[in-house]
Nanobody, 117 residues
Framework: QMQLVESGGGLVLPGGSLRLSCVAS????????MGWSRQAPGKQREFVAR???????NYADSVKGRFTISRDNAKNTVYLQMNSLEIEDTAVYYC???????????WGQGTQVTVSS
């Protein structure tokens, strides 16, 4: 079992930055792959970034070079640093976690990111 709580969303100007945080509860959090996905209005949820338990990262092409995912296992927290934000990045951002040897993903409640002038 894993519970995830996101924070850090908000309204930002194009070109600005935000850092999202996701605190995971449960003893398996530090051994789990963690990531972020997002869902824009009228669109399907899409993958944004992933970080493995040992720190290996993957990114969607649309955010490479602008977003950075990281984790602090001592705090059971995953971060998403978002720079050079674009209007197209506007979405609800969801944190997820997948425990080792599991096909089940756990999801947070989401945090709204709005990029607008």
């Amino acid at each position: 079992q894993m519970q995830l709580v996101e924070s850090g969303g908000g309204l930002v100007l194009p070109g600005g930055s935000l850092r999202l945080s996701c605190v995971a509860s449960g003893s398996i959090a530090s051994r789990s792959a963690m990531g972020w996905s997002r869902q824009a209005p009228g669109k399907q949820r899409e993958f944004v970034a992933r970080i493995g338990s040992l720190g290996t990262t993957n990114y969607a092409d649309s955010v490479k070079g602008r977003f950075t995912i990281s984790r602090d296992n001592a705090k059971n927290t995953v971060y998403l640093q978002m720079n050079s934000l674009e209007i197209e990045d506007t979405a609800v951002y969801y944190c997820w976690g997948r425990p080792p040897y599991s096909t089940k993903d756990y999801w947070g409640q989401g945090t709204q990111v709005t990029v607008s002038s």
